[in-house]
């Protein structure tokens, strides 16, 4: 029984899983509020004792640089070591990876109707291919992708993965390109770079493109007057999620200045998926993760995203080549860390 976890900022999805058949069967799933814990042992126990299952394999995604077996979380005050969980859950080892290397192992585990197709291409070859990265090339039924590709997820932050197609083989890695400085591209961009200047001192592009982050292109907007705010959706703001009533106000098009944020995150985004097309050569595609980009899929199918992911200069014709998809599974960093999990796992458990 495999044990694995996708662990961000907001959700904590725990669930056990059985291979029958080359797939990975939900036994066991649940989630819970991370901020609810003091760390994310709190919560694996707790699982594990709701469940009553004690599982022969564990590996877990999270947000953050993860190091040594041990990671300390961007968006959460926690120190997450490997040592320590494979000494609660009575394991020899606990496999602790990067969330987006998870999401990026889970796309190999998808079914072609998990994702949403953002664009056309003359060879639209990006559909996952089932086939479980590092495994032997996939046989007659399975594709292999047509070159490197990359995942990039918006939620509580901005994560950044590539899958490097090399010798028949998908070689994984996970970074930190969230992180990065945010590069302005125009007027109203330079200014929203100048107002996140002064609150935040440094600011990347996890600053925009992020749930916390559309909150802070919304107040950039307003408080530079190019809106006027409803009272209800002030009151939505203070009540609740801010940025998910921002989003929903937009997509719902039931207020200019939230529709105008959104608009503006998109353009950003874009960018910065094209960005990392460039930098990975994602010829082979682009994956949109997280659990922003299902929600506002109708504004993402619009031309902003696509033009500002291909808008590169000289390099527009390679990008305006590359596919892009939305991932609209939830459950793909879940997928991801169990295929890594029995990818890794010793020979003597893969063969029990």
Known sequence: MILAADIGGTHARLSYYRQEKGHFVAIHEKSYASKDFRGLDEIVLKFVSETGVRPGIASFGIAGPVRHGRVETPNLPWVVESARLARDLQLDSVNLINDLEAQAWGIQCLEPSDTVALNQTPSDEVSPNQLCPNQAAPNQNQQAPA???????????????????EGGRQHIFACEGGHCDFAPRNELEIELLRYLLARFGHVSYERIVSGPGLVNVYLFLKDTHRGEEPQWLRDEIAADDPGAA??????????????????LWISIFGAEAGNLALKVLATGG??????????????????LFMQAFAGKGRMQPLLEAIPVRAIINEKTGLLGAACYGAVHALPSMRTA
């Not at 997820?153 to 994560?159: D, H, I, N, Q, V």
């Not at 921002?246 to 608009?263: C, F, G, R, T, Y």
Request: glycine share 14%.
């Open 147 to 165: 070159g490197n590709q990359a995942v990039v997820a918006a939620g509580t932050g901005l994560g950044e993965a590539g899958l490097i197609w």
């Open 286 to 303: 682009v994956f949109l993760a997280g659990g922003i980009a299902p929600k506002i899929l109708p504004k993402l199918a619009g031309p």
């Open 246 to 263: 921002i989003s929903q106000a937009a997509v719902a098009a039931k207020a200019p200045l939230a529709e105008q944020a959104l608009d």
